[in-house]
């Protein structure tokens, strides 16, 4: 697999960690608290294998910028979260922020 392909396995992993992290009610509770556990595991280890190819610094602005779009997509999608108009201008620019990276920069090399 390519490192992109592990970078957004561990991205998926993080996020499903952190968005069931709530429901662990300070890890009280064994069964989403088991899945937060596992999530991280999977994540940290997936991304692991992607910076054996990509630099550190592309990798985690990649896998944080992705996942806090995601996790407060979900948030607002799901958990009934209210995002204003700074908050999502806020995300927008994280996510520009990621595609100029991916688009424009010369530090990813593959």
């Known amino acids: 697999?390519?490192?992109?392909?592990?970078?957004?396995?561990?991205?998926?992993?993080?996020?499903?960690?952190?968005s069931t992290m709530r429901a662990t009610q300070g890890f009280?509770?064994?069964g989403p608290s088991l899945v937060t556990v596992v999530?991280?595991?999977v994540a940290f280890y997936c991304l692991s294998l992607a910076l054996r190819t990509l630099p550190t610094g592309?990798?985690?602005a990649i896998w944080s910028g992705v996942g806090i779009v995601l996790v407060a997509g979900i948030?607002?999608?799901w958990q009934g979260q209210r995002l204003?108009?700074?908050?999502?201008?806020?995300?927008?620019?994280?996510?520009a922020g990621v595609v100029v990276m991916?688009?424009?920069?010369?530090?990813?090399?593959?």
Do not use: C, Q
């Open 58 to 60: 592309i990798a985690y």
């Open 1 to 18: 697999m390519t490192a992109y392909t592990w970078l957004a396995i561990a991205i998926v992993a993080e996020v499903i960690a952190t």
């Open 28 to 30: 009280t509770r064994i």
């Open 84 to 95: 204003d108009a700074p908050a999502v201008l806020g995300i927008a620019l994280i996510l």
């Open 39 to 41: 999530g991280y595991a």
């Open 75 to 77: 948030a607002w999608g």
């Open 102 to 110: 991916n688009l424009f920069s010369k530090s990813i090399t593959l």
